[in-house]
């Protein structure tokens, strides 16, 4: 929905996937380089981790479901996946489940012709790297590439969506980033690292991140159309949730769906559907600052109560829009398997350690917004008013 509130914002999850592809090859090889891996993992495991690595980024994100993040929420009633499911338990099912796998294993048989049967690739591989069920030491360094606070997924979405949304929140130097990236070797395990000179791109990267939350995703109109597709697809899918068989799941793609919304709006099937055809947004009638204080929270906790109890669910809605900037720890034993520094003696310490900024900015963006429908709009800022006004006075 973010092309309603930013026009360019029409790029695709395909795309992103090639790019992400592209990003893996390029920091790869950079940290072949300055790691030697070639001399500690040898030029076999070296070409077969390469390609593993291209291939767990290229298919990464299949399993995201119509229209993308809008379908998971933390709330059970507002996640439209089933029970215990997510976009990567999709993207693993998808994987081995369908034709994929096959081509998958064309990819394995050809590496096996190449370098002999140890180093050929399965899509079992790949569930392990998508779940994070990592045996082989060598997996472990390629699921920090593509699942960690400096990983390449993060690096082209960041500034392919501030390219396209036509912001600049997003922006960041990739190359220096890049070339800051090294590795340390403790135990069996080989661990992505950042170098002493590279931790202030570190903080550019945390910040880029940090404002496209702020401005962009948590965007306090493009998230009221996530609430109001969120509605329309639960009215349409079976049992409100997405089907749980592959082959069914991916019936429900982009297309359908966009044209379930123009169909239902326009034999007014669907409340939800004609809002979103003719752009009927619930009003925004209150907003917490960025980061909402405990009373904030709890002011808000109260008012949603009772104005659910007085105007019904359907009627009124409070979005939280939850998000750490990071996830870095404060030190080395807070998390032995985060994303490390190395320090001008060339030994590993938490980037927390090394940063102030990445250290200060660990509050979470905490945003809680009030929307209603226009009806009661009047009636539930005055409700809000009142209660804030009592809230001032203590």
């Not at 997924?153 to 890049?178: I, N, T």
Request: charged share 30%; aromatic share 8%; proline share 4%.
């Amino acid at each position: 929905m973010t092309h309603l509130v930013y026009p360019g914002a029409e790029h695709t999850r395909f795309q992103h996937s090639l790019g992400v592809m592209h990003l893996a090859s390029e920091v790869f090889d950079m940290i072949v380089a300055t790691g030697d891996l070639e001399r500690a993992w040898g030029g076999e495991e070296v070409a077969r981790s390469k390609q593993l690595l291209r291939l767990y980024a290229l298919l990464h994100d299949l399993g995201h479901a119509p229209f993308s993040h809008s379908a998971e929420k933390t709330d059970p009633e507002e996640n439209l996946f089933p029970e215990n499911c997510d976009h990567e338990t999709y993207s693993i099912k998808i994987i081995s489940e369908t034709s994929i796998a096959a081509l998958v294993a064309r990819v394995g048989e050809s590496l096996t012709r190449k370098l002999g049967s140890a180093y050929s690739i399965e899509p079992a591989d790949l569930e392990k790297l998508i779940n994070g069920a990592i045996v082989d030491p060598h997996l472990y360094l390629l699921r920090q590439l593509m699942n960690s606070e400096l990983d390449v997924d993060k690096m082209d979405y960041l500034l392919r969506d501030s390219h396209y949304c036509g912001v600049a929140y997003g922006l960041f130097d990739l190359p220096r980033l890049k070339g800051s990236l090294t590795v340390y070797t403790e135990g069996p395990l080989t661990k992505l690292a950042v170098d002493e000179g590279g931790i202030h791109v570190v903080e550019a990267f945390i910040l880029a991140r940090y404002y496209m939350f702020t401005q962009v995703y948590f965007h306090r109109t493009r998230r009221i159309l996530d609430y109001i597709l969120r509605r329309f697809r639960r009215e349409e899918l079976p049992g409100s949730k997405l089907p749980h068989d592959t082959e069914e799941f991916l019936e429900w793609d982009d297309v359908r769906v966009a044209s379930l919304i123009r169909q239902k709006a326009r034999g007014n099937q669907s409340e939800w559907a004609a809002r979103l055809e003719e752009r009927r947004l619930l009003r925004l009638v209150r907003s917490s600052p960025t980061h909402a204080s405990l009373a904030d929270r709890r002011l808000i906790n109260v008012i949603e109560k009772v104005i659910t109890d007085r105007f019904g669910k359907e009627t009124v809605f409070v979005d939280r829009a939850n998000r750490l900037p990071h996830r870095l720890p404060r030190d080395m034993k807070e998390d032995p398997n985060a994303v490390l520094a190395l320090n001008r003696d060339g030994e590993p310490v938490a980037i927390s350690e090394s940063s102030e900024i990445v250290r200060k900015l660990s509050e979470p963006i905490n945003i809680l917004r009030i929307y209603a429908k226009e009806d009661v709009e009047e009636e539930v800022q005055a409700l809000c008013d009142e209660y804030y006004k009592v809230a001032l006075k203590d």
